[in-house]
């Protein structure tokens, strides 16, 4: 299971070196992608199978899906570490993540999410201010299937 919290620095041309505790998950590589709220996803390639999977049994008819598959494969690039543990984030997804002079890893269970420093301080500001409203709505979802 992916936990924890981790800020590290983000190298001039984008390279970060990804926690030791997530790369025991991740393997040597991995897929990155857009997420949202402006974070990035980061997955093994088995667990992106995984969490992608649903789309695969929507209809193509369906705009949501295809605007999901655009959003989730066409950001999608395949990453190696290198014998440190570093990988490099694609320019663009820096672009759309905010990701400069520092990022924040985050294991949320199945992935790991990365922010940049500011974005993630603003989420998480808003996190713990609401997150008793946010998980009461959370336990209506649940009692409404």
Known sequence: MLIGRYSVNVGAKGRVAVPVKFRESLGMSAIISQGYEKSLLLVSRSKWEELTGFLKDKPLTISPARDTERFLFGSAF?????????????????????????AVFLGVGNRVEIWSRENWAKYDRVL??????????????????
């Open 78 to 102: 395949e990453v190696e570490f290198d014998d440190q543990g570093r990988m490099v984030v694609p320019q663009e997804l820096r672009e759309f993540s905010g990701l400069n002079s520092g």
């Open 128 to 145: 713990k201010k609401n997150i008793e409203e946010i998980a009461s709505k959370l336990n209506e979802n649940d009692h409404g299937k």
